[in-house]
């Protein structure tokens, strides 16, 4: 007997969700026409489908989201690091309590007290003809962020390779649900052959009929919900091997339009907003914003970060700050349209020396028009870099807080995490430095803003 077997799939939906009914309508359509036919089907997401710059997922913590996955009737999901780093660790542990679906990620565990009862490393489907398919997953390694929320994080490839080699003479089938980036994915198939598919995400990758490295299949489904992945499986209950793998992937823009699509969003978007209208302080004036020049707003948000982190100066870009602070009663969601971004405060320490040359390469001139994409940033341009408490003179000395710095000496620069991973600073990467989670940048302007105006 030759069984089909259909696994759909998403993954980086980051909260997007312009494509969510009709894609969903669409799944729903196919796997009732799969039914019919006596083929199984199921359905899986590969991680950050949460964002919290969605203001319904900030408003909600991400159970808005579980909800909408409980409703589309997802049957496993891992989590990514939107999931994992970007919600307090209070959060994420009560983050699937309600779910209908299994959470697989075996590469995590708490520092300190039992894991959630949701969590686990592995499940095994059953379809009606009695073919098992064992489902493992794992997250990416952002162990430093996770040690910071008490969360531990184990090798992933090493533990999948484990499970997987466990489980094979168990189930007939084994799928690994990979948010670990395609690099990772291309290791693990070649080091595990015992792998069958491995569902990809975090990188964003767009494989279009996937992609076979050492007999496993590869997919890939790009970002934010503008793709459907739809993997078909022959399975030979004679020989107990699959024999056809086949990888498609279906573009959302293209799926008929859905009555009420406009509806949902809206209604999504007016739920978040109206759990965020909470009155939080008030204002006497105005604070512009500016993403090419220093601003009273810039000059607010300096002094927030400064008060928070007592660190020796300040730099950001601009462009984190995406709109004006009002005149008046501020709520949750003035300040949520202002710093959108899942970016937490990094305090790095530096000598003289460095911290000067870090300046000068701060005054790019192209970085201000730079159309900046990922690492937590949610704005459009980078803006000007903007630095506080620290400058170089005329004489091409450098001055921490009105005085000659010593360059041998150290300090302390707070600055946004995005800049740690090396690609604007190459020396961020490998000084020594201290995360501030699980506050993201608005709750500290928050609290700021507390203190100094109520």
Known sequence: MLETIHIFHTNDVHSHFEYWTRMQAFIKKQRLEYAKLGE?????????????????????????????????????????????????????????????????A??????????????????????????????????????????????????????????????KDEVDIVVCLSHLGITEDELLASECSSIDVIFGSHTHHLLDEGKLVNHVLLTGCGKFGQYTGHLTLQFDHESKKIIK????????????????????????????????????????????????????????????????????????????????????????????????????????????????????????????????????FRGSIFGKMLTYEFSINNKRELIVRGEAADLNKIYQLATLDMFTFGYFFPTFKYAKKKYYLPMFLRDIFIDYGKKTFN
């Open 245 to 376: 793998k086949e990888e498609m992937v279906i573009e959302n823009a293209l799926l008929p339009e859905i009555e009420g699509e406009g509806k949902f969003l809206e209604e999504i978007s007016e739920t978040g907003k109206q759990l965020l209208q909470t009155p939080i302080f008030q204002t006497a004036k105005y604070y512009n914003k500016e993403w090419f020049h220093y601003s009273q707003l810039s000059k607010l948000f300096a002094q927030s970060v400064l008060d928070f982190t007592n660190a020796d100066c300040t730099m950001f870009n601009a462009g984190i700050l995406l709109d004006s602070l009002k005149k008046g009663t501020i709520t949750n969601y003035d300040i949520h349209k202002i710093l959108p971004h899942p970016i937490n405060l990094c305090v790095i320490e530096l000598t003289g020396r460095e911290l000067k040359e870090v300046y000068l390469q701060a005054q790019n001139e192209e970085w201000p028009l730079f159309e900046l994409k990922g690492l937590g």
């Open 40 to 104: 199984p089907s199921f359905l899986f997401d590969i991680g950050d489908h949460l964002d919290r710059s969605n203001i319904y997922t900030e408003a909600t913590l991400g159970k808005g989201n579980v909800q909408l996955l409980n409703e589309a009737r997802y049957d496993v999901v891992t989590i990514g690091n939107n999931e994992g780093i970007t919600l307090s660790f209070e959060e994420l542990y009560s983050l699937y309590d309600d779910a209908n679906f299994e959470v697989v």
């Open 106 to 167: 075996a590469n995590i565990e708490p520092i300190k007290g039992d894991a959630p009862k949701w969590l686990k490393p592995y499940t095994i489907l059953t379809t009606k003809y009695g073919t098992k398919i064992g489902v493992i997953g794992a997250t990416a390694l952002f162990d430093v962020f996770y040690n910071e929320l008490n969360w531990r994080l184990t090798e992933p490839r090493k533990v999948l390779k484990k499970l997987a080699e466990q489980l």
